[in-house]
């Protein structure tokens, strides 16, 4: 397994799977969960909506996760997974490494060789992207699972660096 940190745009990732960090909703949303969407296009959100109508009709549980079609993305799948929002009166570090364990094992379930991970929770849902980091990489790192092409693919500079030292 071999596991990168890269800086860039997740939607233009050439990977088997892309994890969304997406709301309870699956419906979309700003950051990367709206960037998903609207570079994989409508059928990511038909798929989605078919989910809350068959499985999650009360939204998909924080520390989950659900796969889809890609759209128009190039990777074969999207797997989205709601990440807990930071409290400072509550450990929720758990439900945060449950989000990459359930990922990986869900693109195992599917097949898929290569993953490409966002910094879930560490936007707006206010996770510090040094814990956040810490997190997702020993979480990836002790996870079982026979994907071969781990991808850390971050967007911001700062939580780029937190990622950075977090893989050291």
């Known amino acids: 397994m ?7 745009d997740i939607t233009e990732q050439h ?13 979309g949303g700003g950051g990367v969960d709206g960037a998903i969407h609207r570079a994989g296009g409508p059928a990511i959100l038909a798929e989605c909506q078919d989910l809350r109508r068959s499985h999650y009709g009360k939204g998909l549980p924080t520390g989950q996760a659900v796969a889809t ?9 999207v797997i989205h997974t709601v990440g807990p929002v930071y409290s400072k009166e509550e450990d929720r570090s758990a439900l945060l ?21 966002p910094a879930v929770s560490a936007g707006v849902y206010g996770w510090p992207a040094e814990s956040a980091a810490d997190i997702a990489v020993a979480t ?19 939580v780029l660096a937190a990622f950075q030292r977090a893989a050291r």
């Open 69 to 77: 079609t890609a759209g128009r993305l190039d990777a074969r799948w």
């Open 97 to 117: 490494a449950s989000c990459y364990r359930e990922s990986l094992a869900l693109a195992d379930r599917l097949g898929a060789d290569s993953i490409a991970f």
């Open 140 to 158: 990836v790192r002790e996870t079982a699972t026979s994907v071969e092409d781990i991808r850390f693919v971050l967007f911001n500079d700062d």
């Open 15 to 27: 990977v088997d799977v892309i994890v969304n960090a997406a709301n309870s909703a699956l419906l």
């Open 2 to 8: 071999a596991i990168r940190i890269l800086s860039g």
